[in-house]
């Protein structure tokens, strides 16, 4: 059974940094693409794309709001994935959900979330 625990979210002001990481276990992710939706407060059956990242290659894939202000990676010795997010806007402000899926590419679309975490705030304050 696929379980993805999510860890790192607070309170961060805007300009500033935070790293959100992703304990993954339950299966050999060789196979999978890994990677994180957002849900903003309020607003829980929006389930929007941030990043993703194919565990066997590293290919990647970003939203334009994530390009260039967030960096994926995976640890494959340790199972986890990261998201470093640097340069946090208030619109950043949601709940960050690990999720994972079974292709090996994150191409073209990012990901569907087969599988999910239950997710970590991450507010930011203007």
């Known amino acids: 059974q696929v379980r993805l625990v999510e860890s790192g979210g607070g309170l961060a002001q805007a300009g500033a940094s935070l790293k959100l990481s992703c304990a993954a276990s339950?299966?050999?992710?060789?196979?999978?693409?890994l990677g994180w939706f957002r849900q903003t407060p309020g607003k829980e059956r929006e389930r929007i794309f941030v990043?993703?990242?194919?565990?066997?290659?590293?290919?990647?894939l970003y939203a334009d709001s994530a390009r260039g202000r967030f960096t994926i990676s995976i640890d494959k010795s340790k199972s986890t994935m990261d998201l470093q997010m640097d340069n946090l806007k208030p619109e950043d402000t949601a709940i960050y959900h690990c999720a994972a899926d079974l292709r090996p590419s994150p191409a073209p679309f990012g990901l569907s979330g087969d599988y999910w975490g239950h997710g970590t705030l991450v507010t930011v304050s203007s």
């Open positions: 339950g299966r050999d992710f060789t196979e999978y693409t």
């Open positions: 990043a993703a990242m194919a565990w066997k290659t590293g290919e990647s």
